[in-house]
């Protein structure tokens, strides 16, 4: 059997900036958000958005109470299309990146909990949920840049991997290929009892 990968797809949006005038109060270590989950510093979270659109996603840094309301001080996800880059092809639909950008938050804003994993975890989810997100890259919202700036890259078309496209390994090299690259399906490779890629075929052999 040929061994592939790859995810399904949904889309997302961008993250809002919600400011507080204080960053002063008494330290929480947890709190509760609108949906009854409990939330704690180091969590990340689904905060409210326009009607149209997905919950923004940020991590927790820190739970304040002071004379007024309760606030959550949050460091926020960006997702490819939020960058001054925008959108790459090898860009996960479900992909977000650390960023250094800061705020303030009302609790009421926070919906509940979601999971940001780290790439090689999504992988291995049996079921990508709504509340599913990976993260690989860390994103400087003042400059531009990523970190790392470089990354592995696979196929004939040397891109850098994404989850929500199917790929194949070839049994002799060991490298991933998208079946399209090679102008192959996916029906063509699941039909498959193996694969070999061209480069490690021998002459005249088919896959």
């Known amino acids: 059997m040929v061994n592939t990968k790859g995810r399904r797809k949904q889309a997302e949006s961008k993250p809002k900036k919600v400011k507080s005038s204080s960053t002063k109060g008494t330290i929480l270590s947890s709190v509760k958000a609108a949906d009854g989950s409990i939330i704690r510093p180091g969590d990340s979270i689904h905060l409210r958005a326009a009607k149209s659109q997905p919950p923004f996603v940020a991590k927790v840094l820190k739970l304040l109470q002071n004379d007024k309301q309760t606030m959550v001080h949050v460091t926020w996800y960006y997702r490819p299309a939020d960058t001054q880059g925008g959108v790459k092809a090898f860009h996960g639909e479900r992909e977000l990146f650390t960023s250094d950008h800061e705020d303030m938050c009302e609790l009421e804003t926070i919906h509940g909990k979601c999971n940001v994993h780290k ?30 700036d470089r990354v592995p890259v696979y196929c004939i078309c040397e891109m850098p991997y994404n989850p929500d496209q199917f790929m194949v390994e070839c049994e002799v090299c060991a490298e991933w290929f998208h079946p399209e690259c090679l102008k192959l399906t996916q029906k063509d490779v699941m039909q498959a009892s193996h694969f070999v890629c061209l480069s490690c075929r021998p002459p005249h052999q088919d896959a």
């Open 119 to 148: 790439l090689k975890a999504y992988q291995k989810l049996e079921r990508v949920r709504e509340g599913d997100y990976f993260c690989r890259f860390s994103y400087k919202a003042c400059t531009g840049l990523f970190k790392p």
